[in-house]
């Protein structure tokens, strides 16, 4: 089937940056919506940025101006740029995709396997 394949989480300092990659690989026919989640300890999963296939962004309000969102269709790849980070970022990002895989009529849901992003001095 498919997987996606997280990486560019480790630590940072506040200010600094990071830029998170997740590639979708397997039986992929189409890759519509992306987008990265995150889950800081003791809150609930919440959406950070989605991009669709078409380049249209989203984000929370909480990483407006700060994040940006990007894709490569060609590469089935999602990424996440962070600047400038702040201890509230601190969390395990997730990627997600929406995925018609080869074979199937509709889209199924695929997350990746955390990636953890520590903000601290």
């Known amino acids: 089937q498919v997987q996606l394949v997280e990486s560019g989480g480790g630590l940072v300092q506040p200010g600094g940056s990071l830029r998170l990659s997740c590639a979708a690989s397997?039986?992929?026919?189409?890759?519509?919506?992306m987008g990265w989640y995150r889950q800081a300890p003791g809150k609930e999963r919440e959406l950070v940025a989605i991009?669709?296939?078409?380049?249209?962004?989203k984000y929370a309000d909480s990483v407006k101006g700060r994040f940006t969102i990007s894709r490569d269709n060609a590469k089935n790849t999602v990424y996440l740029q962070m600047n400038p980070l702040k201890p509230e970022d601190t969390a395990v990002y997730y990627c997600?995709?929406?995925?018609?895989?080869?074979?199937?009529?509709?889209?199924?849901?695929?997350w990746g396997q955390g990636t953890q992003v520590t903000v601290s001095s």
């Open positions: 997600h995709a929406s995925i018609v895989v080869r074979g199937a009529l509709t889209l199924t849901d695929y």
């Open positions: 991009v669709t296939r078409g380049g249209s962004t």
């Open positions: 397997g039986s992929i026919l189409t890759t519509y919506d």
